[in-house]
T-cell receptor
Framework: GQQLNQSPQSMFIQEGEDVSMNCTSSSIFNTWLWYKQDPGEGPVLLIALYKAGELTSNGRLTAQFGITRKDSFLNISASIPSDVGIYFC????????????WGLGTSLAVNP | GAVVSQHPSRVICKSGTSVKIECRSLDFQATTMFWYRQFPKQSLMLMATSNEGSKATYEQGVEKDKFLINHASLTLSTLTVTSAHPEDSSFYIC???????????FGDGTRLSIL
């Protein structure tokens, strides 16, 4: 099945640094979602985006729905150790609002 | 809000055993729930879509007789792995849809280990 292109695959940063990751698709999407998954747990929703160009923040996290509707990015500012985990982008392709298409995840490690 | 509870969190059992996993939406009604499987260091793979009061829709390659899904109420869906074998060992995660054009909310997953 289709998957989103998510990059980078992994990141190792120093505490306090900003982080940026993004996802691209080959087709138009109606929804972009960003989830964080800790080891042994289910994904937790961070930000949901529904309109092209939409820019939404959740604390230190900011995500945008690309104007072309084929990409999205997630930024984390001033990273802290508890930001460690795997971040997944996911979205609904235009015409299918039930099945989520997933990226392969970005593994984030933060050095205190 | 939008809390999804999944139980049990971990199961270890012998080959040939059938295992039932429950997924409950605690503070909302979910007409649609989803069952995923996740292998180590990989993304979530959709197995089936569970619709309240009707048959589940399975993804290509997922055996419906192997993975039985029941969605008898608006707050509960169950996945039964029948006659489980070691290759069924995995992390199974459910999610529930809060409403139209709403995001999926996930349970904490079930680690299934078949000996």
């Amino acid at each position: 099945g289709q998957q989103l292109n998510q990059s980078p695959q992994s990141m190792f940063i120093q505490e306090g640094e900003d982080v940026s990751m993004n996802c691209t698709s080959s087709s138009i999407f109606n929804t972009w979602l960003w989830y964080k998954q800790d080891p042994g747990e289910g994904p937790v929703l961070l930000i949901a985006l529904y309109k092209a160009g939409e820019l939404t923040s959740n604390g230190r996290l900011t995500a945008q729905f690309g104007i072309t509707r084929k990409d999205s990015f997630l930024n984390i500012s001033a990273s802290i150790p508890s930001d460690v985990g795997i971040y997944f982008c996911a979205g609904h392709e235009a015409g299918n609002n039930r099945k989520l298409i997933w990226g392969l995840g970005t593994s984030l490690a933060v050095n205190p | 809000g939008a809390v999804v509870s999944q139980h049990p969190s971990r199961v270890i059992c012998k080959s040939g055993t059938s295992v039932k996993i429950e997924c409950r939406s605690l503070d909302f009604q979910a007409t649609t729930m989803f069952w995923y499987r996740q292998f180590p260091k990989q993304s979530l793979m959709l197995m089936a879509t569970s619709n309240e009061g009707s048959k589940a829709t399975y993804e290509q390659g997922v055996e419906k007789d192997k993975f039985l899904i029941n969605h008898a109420s608006l707050t509960l869906s169950t996945l039964t792995v029948t006659s489980a074998h070691p290759e069924d060992s995995s992390f199974y995660i459910c999610s529930a849809l809060q409403g139209f054009n709403q995001p999926q909310h996930f349970g904490d997953g079930t680690r299934l280990s078949i000996l």
